[in-house]
């Protein structure tokens, strides 16, 4: 039975790790943007300058120490690893859980979004699983010998680690975001049929006799001159359904938003997306230009979003000569459409017919070969 278990949880523990550090290898950029929330959540901004790196140094480890566990390679010190990777997680997790600061842990990327109880409940049973693996470390033995199960443990780091460097240099290879490749983007800002709707219940905060009290609404005819109001909030009661894209906007300068009349004009339009210009690739710019000038002239619609202040655009314009339109959208959303900055996708439609990472901008003549022409 002992040996059971500590097989039974090697193999959940080893296969849990791999599979969570290969949905945020990845999406390497996602996984940075979730560290950011935490370093905003312990006032330690200034992680934020390694937050990339770390994401990816997280990610490799993570399935490096899975293969390691299945391969029984160095058992030693992988199960101390586990150990206090384990313990560092649940704790986070308890804590963003318990004060309700950070909605998903990102521990497996956009593919499986979890509760932060739910996250932490998972923690809590790899715990369990892993205190299995310690305490039974010295009886497990390597699978292939030492030296072969540790060269291919080490193998393993190495091909996570390239793979986790060519996602970021290029863009996710599995897409699970609602902005994948053949989504729709005004379907996918739609409720989903049978949505549950969310309760809120209006709390008002009143101060008395030094201690702060919150009354429902029902609740008000209580208040006499002893009351003194401090604030009133929404309490949700009932969690309700999303839709799956609920903040993509294209707002002018004068704060129009032309979102809708834009993806529901059919027919293939190009969005150049920088979620921050002020970081957007320059090498980039000049190769868009040339692109830009190719659509006009085909009279195929070119436009730009970004979260940068329509000041700061303007100076950016001017700096690239740049001859198309900027619109303004939400900072996180940005991000959310293409792991790229500057990025471009194709519409047909309201339909991502492709994207692609400024690093494989293609040339004008290789896109209406591929898209245009199958008209």
Same mark, same amino acid.
């Given at each position: 039975?002992?040996?059971?278990?500590?097989t039974?949880?090697?193999?959940?523990?080893?296969?849990l790790f791999?599979?969570s550090?290969? #949905?945020?290898?990845?999406?390497?950029?996602?996984?940075?943007?979730?560290?950011?929330?935490?370093?905003i &959540?312990?006032?330690?901004?200034?992680?934020s300058?390694?937050?990339?790196?770390?994401?990816m140094?997280?990610?490799v480890?993570e399935m490096? &120490?899975?293969f390691?566990?299945l391969?029984?390679?160095?058992?030693?010190?992988?199960?101390?690893?586990?150990l206090?990777?384990?313990?560092?997680?649940t704790? !986070?997790?308890?804590?963003?859980?318990?004060?309700d600061v950070v909605?998903?842990c990102g521990?497996f990327?956009?593919?499986l979004?979890?509760?932060?109880w739910?996250s932490?409940?998972?923690?809590a049973?790899l715990?369990v699983?892993?205190?299995?693996?310690f305490?039974?470390?010295?009886?497990?033995t390597?699978?292939?010998? /030492?030296?072969?199960?540790?060269?291919?443990?080490?193998t393993? @780091?190495l091909?996570s680690l390239?793979?986790s460097?060519?996602?970021?240099?290029?863009? *996710?290879?599995i897409d699970?975001? *609602?902005?994948a490749?053949?989504?729709?983007?005004?379907?996918g800002?739609? !409720?989903p049929?049978?949505?549950?709707e969310?309760i809120?219940?209006? #709390?008002?905060?009143?101060?008395?006799?030094?201690?702060?009290? /919150?009354l429902?609404? +029902?609740?008000?005819?209580?208040?006499? +001159?002893?009351?003194k109001?401090?604030?009133?909030?929404?309490?949700?009661i009932?969690e309700?359904?999303? *839709?799956?894209?609920? +903040?993509?906007?294209?707002?002018?300068?004068?704060?129009?938003?032309?979102a809708?009349?834009?993806?529901?004009k059919?027919g293939?339009?190009?969005?150049? #997306?920088?979620y921050?210009l002020?970081?957007s690739?320059?090498?980039?710019?000049?190769?868009?230009?040339?692109? &830009?000038?190719?659509c006009q002239?085909?009279?195929?619609? @070119?436009?730009g979003?970004?979260?940068?202040? *329509?000041?700061?655009?303007?100076?950016?314009?001017?700096?690239?000569?740049?001859?198309?339109d900027?619109?303004?959208?939400?900072?996180?959303?940005?991000?959310?459409?293409?792991r790229s900055?500057?990025?471009?996708?194709?519409?047909?439609?309201?339909?991502?017919?492709?994207?692609?990472?400024h690093?494989?901008?293609?040339?004008f003549d290789?896109?209406?070969?591929?898209?245009? /022409?199958?008209?």
């Amino acid at each position: 039975m002992r040996s059971f278990l500590t097989t039974t949880s090697r193999i959940l523990v080893g296969v849990l790790f791999i599979v969570s550090g290969f #949905v945020k290898a990845n999406d390497p950029l996602g996984f940075s943007y979730k560290l950011d929330e935490y370093f905003i &959540v312990f006032h330690i901004d200034w992680m934020s300058a390694v937050s990339l790196w770390l994401a990816m140094f997280i990610s490799v480890f993570e399935m490096a &120490v899975g293969f390691a566990l299945l391969l029984g390679a160095r058992m030693r010190q992988t199960a101390w690893i586990l150990l206090l990777m384990i313990v560092f997680f649940t704790f !986070l997790t308890f804590y963003s859980a318990y004060f309700d600061v950070v909605k998903d842990c990102g521990c497996f990327g956009d593919a499986l979004k979890l509760t932060p109880w739910q996250s932490f409940s998972k923690d809590a049973v790899l715990l369990v699983l892993i205190l299995i693996i310690f305490f039974n470390r010295n009886a497990i033995t390597p699978l292939f010998g /030492e030296k072969a199960s540790g060269l291919i443990a080490y193998t393993g @780091f190495l091909v996570s680690l390239f793979f986790s460097i060519y996602c970021y240099r290029h863009l *996710p290879v599995i897409d699970f975001r *609602p902005y994948a490749i053949g989504k729709n983007i005004l379907e996918g800002m739609k !409720l989903p049929p049978n949505a549950k709707e969310q309760i809120t219940e209006m #709390v008002f905060i009143y101060e008395k006799d030094g201690k702060k009290i /919150e009354l429902k609404q +029902d609740e008000m005819g209580k208040i006499d +001159d002893t009351y003194k109001f401090i604030d009133r909030k929404d309490k949700v009661i009932q969690e309700g359904d999303h *839709p799956k894209i609920h +903040d993509f906007n294209m707002y002018d300068a004068d704060g129009k938003d032309y979102a809708q009349e834009f993806l529901s004009k059919p027919g293939y339009k190009f969005l150049l #997306v920088a979620y921050d210009l002020s970081k957007s690739n320059e090498k980039a710019q000049h190769k868009i230009n040339d692109f &830009v000038t190719l659509c006009q002239k085909a009279k195929i619609p @070119f436009v730009g979003l970004t979260a940068s202040s *329509p000041k700061e655009t303007d100076v950016f314009r001017h700096e690239h000569n740049s001859i198309f339109d900027y619109y303004y959208g939400d900072n996180t959303a940005l991000k959310t459409i293409i792991r790229s900055n500057p990025g471009l996708v194709l519409l047909n439609g309201a339909t991502v017919e492709m994207m692609w990472h400024h690093n494989d901008f293609p040339s004008f003549d290789e896109m209406k070969e591929k898209f245009l /022409e199958k008209k």
